[in-house]
């Protein structure tokens, strides 16, 4: 299926494990085959959620990036706290006032969906008392 020869290897620093990385102003060193996506995509998957079918580390490759179901092993992980804190409902509506997060990534990151997230930015969720 993959064509390795379709290989994009990254022609900066590659870190030990075999990643390209790459500093960005905006987010600090990032792997490159995730800012690659992000360039594609427009979110953010985290690093390790992204697999490299063509298992080439180096590989910036879209095609041959295949995310993997975070949201399903944080629902694995995280089992029976499926309810946000006020803690982290807080920290959310911080993380998304930085404009560096899409909803999305915020529902992937603590493991609830997209409305949740919306509801908590929108204080229908975690108001103010
Ligand atoms: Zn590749």
Redesign the pocket.
């Known amino acids: 299926m993959?064509?390795?020869s379709?290989?994009?290897?990254y022609d900066g620093y590659i870190a030990p494990s075999g990643y390209g990385q790459v500093g960005t102003r905006k987010y600090g060193t990032r792997y490159a085959h995730v800012v690659a996506w992000m360039k594609e995509y427009g979110y953010r998957p985290e690093s390790l959620d992204l697999d490299?079918?063509?298992?080439?580390r180096?590989?910036?490759?879209v095609?041959?990036?295949e995310p993997v179901t975070r949201a399903e092993n944080l629902r694995r992980g995280i089992s029976g706290r499926s309810k946000i804190t006020r803690e982290q409902a807080e920290e959310i509506r911080k993380l998304y006032a930085t404009d560096k997060y899409y909803q999305q990534e915020l529902a992937d990151t603590y493991g609830v969906n997209q409305q949740t997230i919306s509801k908590i930015i929108n204080y229908d969720l975690w108001g103010e008392v």
């Open positions: 993959i064509d390795t379709e290989c994009i290897e490299h079918l063509c298992r080439n180096a590989c910036v490759n095609k041959h990036l």
